[in-house]
């Protein structure tokens, strides 16, 4: 269904501008002709991600906009199971909407199906906030009288997304401020405080052992370079960003390089496996014919080297492989996920067997990054204790040389 921005004459012969939603040009004459016009032009308006107001590019990517997404699909599922009309539902929605930005979007996309488009091609007009899954789920429902269920069934994807980055987040912000904290103090101490020892120990003259010139050495690479390394902090994430942007092969490769971390590759790998199953068995279940289902995981999986496996997937999948076959070509889909996508192709229940994956995963992940992050506290904690220690003695032992030359 496409806006087709329309020029007619009436009987009088008076020209008539206006804009009306129809199928392609024959449905849009035959449309205008109802309506007592003669159609003289025709374009289709381009969708627009921008309301009046400029709100409607608000991206639902943070807690925020996720939770504004589960409260709406909430509402929506509720209202249109008991019988209230889609364009009433939207109207409740909107209201019932804190998000002024989401809010506005509600209120655009209620005035797109007003004028005759259908929910799904009006969420395709604000692909920043109902991205590709979300609108291929509710057309599947339309077009089988299931949008109830398609809004529970994108309600309880929503909350495992939400599910996981809470568990993951749960598990690392207390590392990961330790860590701050330990970098800044190491840098501070080799930048502020050691230049102040070596200076009185020159002026004293002391015979410096081997560890304490290593430390004054290390002291003044960080004196003079240290605002490189805050750069490179600031910098080097941002640059990776735009290079993965713009260029596929490092995305790829850095893809690859992610998975074969030592600690956290696999759980960066397992990520993305729990993705692409639990993306598949919502898709697939909705009735989504299965080789569109892995061309919309290609972009929901975060990853470009599962997205270029699952080209292949797909195409071997149309070419008249099974599933499990065309991944199992792949090295970077497990065993486990091949056994159960297998088990779902000779039961009938291919959503079930990807679900039972997710699910597996949903267990694995949270407590390997606890595991990994336990490990990982103490060992900054010794780090640190390491580091002091060393300082210290490095210190030290020239200022007790110099007590004992002095007796």
């Not at 994108?154 to 690392?172: C, F, G, H, N, P």
Request: glycine letters at 8%.
């Amino acid at each position: 269904m496409n806006t087709f921005l329309y020029q007619g004459i009436d009987q009088n012969g008076r020209t008539v501008n206006g804009q009306i939603a129809a199928k392609d040009e024959v449905s849009l004459e035959e449309k205008l002709r109802e309506m007592g016009l003669w159609l003289v032009d025709a374009k289709v308006e381009k969708p627009k991600e921008k309301t009046k107001s400029g709100m409607s590019r608000w991206t639902p990517g943070g807690d925020g906009g996720r939770r504004e997404l589960i409260d709406f699909c909430t509402l929506m599922n509720f209202q249109l199971r008991v019988g209230i009309p889609i364009l009433q539902a939207l109207e409740v929605a909107a209201g019932d909407c804190n998000h002024p930005r989401f809010k506005a979007t509600i209120v655009e996309l209620r005035k797109t199906v007003e004028g005759g488009e259908s929910l799904a091609d009006g969420m395709v007009r604000f692909p920043r906030v109902f991205p590709g899954h979300f609108t291929s789920l509710i057309r599947a429902a339309e077009s089988s009288g299931t949008v109830p269920d398609a809004f529970m069934e994108l309600k309880r994807y929503l909350e495992w997304q939400e599910q996981i980055v809470s568990d993951i987040r749960q598990a690392t912000i207390y590392p990961a401020i330790v860590l701050g904290v330990v970098c800044i103090f190491v840098l501070v101490l080799f930048t502020f405080v050691v230049p102040k020892f070596v200076s009185l120990l020159s002026i004293a003259k002391v015979g410096l052992p081997l560890i304490t010139r290593v430390v004054f050495s290390m002291s003044d690479v960080a004196k003079a370079t240290w605002w490189i390394w805050i750069a490179l902090v600031v910098v080097a994430p941002v640059c990776i960003g735009i290079a993965r942007q713009k260029s596929k092969k490092f995305d790829i490769a850095f893809d690859k390089v992610k998975f074969a971390l030592p600690v956290f590759g696999p759980l960066n790998h397992m990520l993305v496996v729990a993705r692409f199953a639990h993306n598949l068995a919502v898709l697939y279940r909705s009735g989504i014919p299965i080789i569109t289902s892995i061309q919309l995981c290609r972009d929901l999986v975060g990853s470009s080297l599962v997205g270029v496996s699952l080209v292949d997937v797909g195409q071997r999948v149309e070419s008249g492989e099974t599933i499990s076959d065309a991944l199992r070509r792949h090295p970077v889909f497990p065993p486990l996920l091949i056994r159960m996508v297998s088990m779902g192709e000779r039961t009938g229940n291919l959503d079930t067997s990807l679900e039972n994956v997710a699910s597996y995963y949903n267990v694995v992940i949270p407590r390997r990054i606890k595991k990994v992050f336990s490990l990982m506290e103490p060992a900054l904690i010794l780090f640190l204790v390491g580091v002091v220690g060393t300082v210290a003695l490095a210190i030290f032992l020239p200022i007790i040389s110099l007590m004992g030359a002095v007796r």
